[in-house]
């Protein structure tokens, strides 16, 4: 028996997922119409995109950190460009030969502090560390050439605040005044001619007065001279007072705190105190204290000089007229002299020059001259007088004139 076979009907061909997805792809295509409206759309978005493009830009040129750029000399330092952006490590004590330390050193030089005789070496040593402490204290922000910036603490660390304060004075030429070191101190309420006299201010000099010394010539010590600072105070020969001066002689301890002494420079002066001649030389030269120890600030100098110069006029008082002298000579009028002929007596006292010898030679020429104007009997006393330096004794007949 044969069986008959159905009919064969073709079957719909299916589509692959490539042709379905192509398909609909342009099944989305042929959806989209572009209109008035589509492109005014379009050209609002781009607009947009534009225009917050250009705010980007703006707000990059604007920002604080183009702020942070250095503006003076220290510009030209890549590592503190980027510590003023907050990108590099600060500088701190401890740091050494680096390029960027002596920029930073050379901007404090500009600035009027001292490092010493180093200089900028670019070794962060305490010289530096005590220059940038100083600069954190005095300098008072202009927010000119930087504006978003702060001190934080007195730290002598220089970082991002500190080297963009830094940059500003420098740019600005601020100016550092330490008032330790101001020129006025070199100014004495009484007392100048002395004061003048008594040494200089040229560190340079041989009569370099605020450096401890002790007069000599070539290592042979001058008379019994002992270690020597200020304007003519010998420690070794401590200044005394007359017969009933109040106090006998004067505390060098309470001297050296009235007048702002560091403690290592003033304990190593008590220890040699009453110390002469090559002893004291030689205590000097085994101090172990360095230069900028062994050396007073001008302020220092004029506050130590004004409390020995007062000691001084009041010791020269006392002695022209204490009752012996009165009989032997008569009254000098203390109170009626002029400023000129006492700035020379206590001159005298001040260098040592008064003594029973010298006083047999002015005090009779003083009383002569009480009732006069010119004083000439006390000048011809005076330049007659034995044993005094031929320069000290020109200055005192040329301020009597």
């Not at 040494?199 to 290592?219: L, Q, T």
Request: with cysteine; net charge neutral.
């Amino acid at each position: 028996m044969r069986y008959q076979s159905s009919p064969f009907i073709p079957q719909e061909r299916q589509e692959t997922t490539r042709e379905r997805a192509e398909r609909q792809r342009q099944e989305r295509r042929a959806e989209l119409t572009y209109t008035a409206s589509d492109e005014k759309r379009w050209a609002e978005n781009r607009e947009r995109v534009l225009r917050e493009r250009q705010q980007a830009a703006d707000s990059a040129k604007n920002n604080p950190e183009d702020e942070l750029i250095l503006k003076s000399s220290l510009k030209e330092s890549k590592p503190l460009n980027e510590l003023a952006a907050g990108k590099f490590n600060a500088l701190k004590k401890g740091s050494t030969n680096t390029e960027e330390i002596k920029k930073v050193q050379q901007a404090l030089i500009d600035c009027g502090f001292e490092l010493g005789s180093f200089g900028a070496d670019g070794d962060f040593g305490r010289a530096t560390e005590g220059a940038v402490k100083q600069f954190q204290t005095h300098y008072k922000p202009t927010h000119t050439t930087h504006k978003s910036y702060q001190f934080g603490d007195i730290d002598g660390i220089v970082g991002k605040n500190t080297i963009l304060a830094l940059d500003e004075a420098v740019k600005e030429g601020w100016k550092f005044v330490d008032d330790e070191m101001d020129e006025k101190w070199l100014t004495v309420p009484r007392g100048q001619f002395t004061f003048n006299n008594e040494g200089d201010d040229i560190e340079s000099s041989y009569y370099f007065s605020r450096k401890a010394h002790v007069p000599n010539n070539s290592g042979v010590v001058v008379g019994r001279s002992g270690v020597t600072i200020g304007r003519g105070l010998d420690v070794g020969n401590p200044p005394t007072g007359a017969t009933g001066q109040s106090p006998s002689a004067l505390n060098l301890r309470e001297l050296f705190q009235k007048s702002g002494l560091t403690p290592a420079l003033s304990n190593w002066l008590l220890s040699v105190e009453g110390i002469q001649k090559e002893a004291a030389l030689e205590s000097l030269n085994n101090s172990g204290l360095d230069n900028k120890t062994l050396t007073l600030t001008r302020k220092q100098q004029h506050l130590m000089f004004n409390e020995v110069y007062a000691y001084m006029e009041e010791k020269t008082r006392i002695l022209l007229t204490k009752p012996d002298v009165k009989r032997a000579y008569g009254d000098v009028g203390w109170n009626e002299l002029p400023l000129k002929v006492k700035d020379v007596l206590i001159d005298l006292t001040y260098r040592g020059d008064n003594h029973g010898r010298s006083r047999r030679e002015f005090i009779p020429a003083l009383v002569l001259d009480k009732n006069s104007n010119d004083y000439e009997n006390f000048y011809n006393a005076i330049k007659n007088l034995d044993n005094i330096p031929p320069e000290r004794m020109k200055a005192r007949l040329k301020w009597l004139n």
